[in-house]
């Protein structure tokens, strides 16, 4: 399926505009299940750098799964809730650069209203032919988990949907 941009940042509003809170009473309304991911390659610096963002209410339930005890935003174990989602992210998330798996660095995380935000970089030596992408964020906890992805160069844009059924994309930079 290929959404353009306007469509893929009005899916994203509008599910964060169905999360809401009210005081400590939480509410889950968002029908979506939806991850943000932006991919940026910064080609003075040979840089990839990587956002994603995923609501934390449903990263809380993955964290759940993996360790019952812990709790995010607050963290009740931060280095361990860092190891969970750092490993989590890198099995859920694959880039190829020329058919090449290539290993991103944790850099943090932070939590913003109702969606926490991963950052990873990784130095690119290679020029970029080609760029896989395999998102499968969440897919196994919500069936109708959607992944938009949004990879940028100087001279090049690309955004597309994944989700359970589709988690693959692939393109040409040239």
Same mark, same amino acid.
Not at 49 to 57: H, K, S
Not at 156 to 170: C, D, E, H, M, Q
């Given at each position: ?45 040979? &840089?990839? +750098? !990587? ?11 993955? %964290?759940?799964?993996? @360790?019952?005890? =812990? ?43 109702? &969606?926490? +935000? !991963? ?11 080609? %760029?896989?992408?395999? @998102?499968?964020? =969440? ?36």
């Amino acid at each position: 399926m290929s959404l353009n941009t306007t469509s893929l940042i009005n899916i994203f509003i509008l599910s964060l505009s169905l999360h809401t809170q009210y005081d400590d009473f939480e509410i889950k309304l968002h029908d979506y299940f939806v991850s943000n991911t932006e991919v940026d390659y910064i080609n003075e610096k040979k &840089l990839l +750098q !990587i956002t994603i963002r995923v609501f934390t209410d449903d990263i809380e339930e993955m %964290i759940r799964d993996r @360790n019952s005890k =812990l709790k995010i935003d607050p963290d009740s174990d931060s280095e361990k809730i860092n190891q969970i989602l750092n490993q989590y992210f890198k099995e859920n998330l694959k880039i190829f650069i020329n058919n090449k798996l290539i290993i991103f660095d944790f850099i943090g995380k932070e939590y913003k209203n109702d &969606l926490t +935000q !991963i950052y990873y970089e990784s130095s690119i030596v290679e020029t970029i032919n080609n %760029i896989t992408f395999e @998102n499968r964020i =969440l897919c196994d906890y919500f069936d109708s988990q959607q992944n938009i992805v949004h990879f940028k160069s100087e001279k090049f844009r690309k955004s597309f949907v994944l989700n359970k059924n589709n988690s693959k994309a692939i393109f040409g930079l040239e």
